[in-house]
């Protein structure tokens, strides 16, 4: 695949990466990771109005942008870059694509304009234990008259602590593995909703756990049909992979880009110590794998286009989602924490400390590193693939 940003490309990244530079420096940043929120309310309003960006994939039809993947990834990598904070990934990443493949229409007409002005944040909680596959899959979900009563815990929830809506993966009594989940819908507010912030090592992005309790809620709640809902959530799943591993490569840049200026500046034997051969050489290094995950992630996204063209078809174009998927986030995962290593030890002795930004990378490549799955398991799963062909 030849692949080259066309002229609007360009001018989003080019536009992404200054507004970006202003608006979340390492001073926002610090300010936004020590609240519970774990972000600022003004910041995120300033945002969704001034860029609009998350309405950036949502349909014309729907108050969006009706832009591509391409441009997602393209945000992404900036806004990986500086640590954003905010519910963007939640709400764009993972709550978007799951109400674009299994809402109705009328589901799509309430609430995506409502995302799309930026009057809604969303989430996806669905995984209640410490795995990423349909097993993660624990609540249940019980008929009764009209609709549904939902249990059950729901952990590692991006956002999940104040995110308006809860997309909410469950399955019915007695089913496991691929079978018997189905998506809701549900309002943050709803009765049997209870949820509490999880403190994690990345600040930056706050997690929340969501418990349900007798949680009743109608059939309107229900995306698509019951029972039948885990090829949807596994294809919204590799979306949320390859936006990740988006921002990993921008995450990973960023490392490089600081350790560089750092090392141009810090003098040792009479010399900027950039100028040591070593050292020069650990950078190449750094960079080597920068490209690479940038070139495995635009080629995902270019994939991850093609399936949504095809309106979310699995046998058609989408047939190679999951191993681009795999792929980006299995590089981006490794090459991101192998960097952040990289550019704290580079620093010296100040590369842990507080005043300096390579740890606040290295909690993030780590955080980012086990969420949706670890590099390891991407890696089997396109060996696997490999072998069953």
Not at 1 to 15: G, L
Not at 295 to 316: N, P
């Amino acid at each position: 695949m030849e692949f080259a940003f066309t002229e609007e490309q360009v001018m989003i990244r080019d536009t992404a990466e200054g507004y970006l530079a202003e608006l979340s420096s390492s001073e926002a940043v610090r300010s936004a990771m020590a609240t519970e929120q774990g972000y600022l309310p003004d910041t995120w309003q300033r945002l969704c109005e001034e860029m609009y960006w998350q309405a950036l994939t949502i349909p014309e039809e729907f108050g969006g942008l009706g832009l591509g993947y391409v441009e997602l990834a393209v945000v992404l990598e900036q806004m990986g870059r500086r640590l954003l904070c905010s519910p963007f990934y939640a709400t764009v990443c993972l709550a978007t694509p799951a109400l674009l493949l299994s809402g109705s229409d009328e589901q799509k007409a309430f609430w995506l304009p409502q995302i799309a002005e930026g009057s809604l944040t969303a989430t996806l909680a669905y995984t209640g234990s410490n795995r990423w596959d349909a097993s993660a899959v624990t609540a249940i979900a019980r008929p009764e008259g009209d609709g549904f009563v939902l249990e059950g815990e729901l952990k590692y929830v991006p956002n999940g602590h104040s995110a308006d809506l809860l997309i909410v993966a469950a399955r019915l009594e007695g089913s496991s593995g691929e079978q018997g989940v189905s998506l809701f819908a549900v309002p943050a507010d709803s009765a049997g909703v209870e949820r509490r912030w999880t403190p994690t090592m990345d600040q930056t992005r706050p997690q929340g756990t969501v418990q349900l309790s007798q949680c009743y809620v109608g059939s309107e709640a229900l995306l698509g049909k019951a029972g039948e809902a885990w090829p949807v959530l596994e294809s919204v799943l590799q979306l949320a992979a390859i936006a990740q591993a988006a921002e990993q490569t921008g995450g990973a840049q960023q490392c490089l880009d600081i350790t560089v200026d750092y090392l141009q500046e810090r003098q040792q034997f009479g010399r900027v110590i950039a100028s040591f051969q070593a050292i020069k050489h650990r950078c190449a290094d750094m960079m080597v794998q920068v490209e690479c995950a940038r070139s495995a992630v635009y080629y995902a996204a270019c994939v991850a286009q093609e399936f949504l063209e095809e309106s979310g078809d699995s046998e058609g174009l989408g047939a190679e989602l999951p191993q681009a998927a795999a792929l980006a986030k299995g590089y981006c995962s490794d090459a991101f924490f192998d960097c952040a290593a990289e550019s704290i030890q580079l620093h010296g002795g100040v590369g842990f400390t507080w005043e300096y930004d390579p740890h606040l990378y290295f909690k993030r490549a780590k955080s980012s590193e086990t969420f949706l799955g670890s590099a390891a398991m991407h890696r089997e799963a396109i060996a696997t693939h490999l072998l069953g062909e």
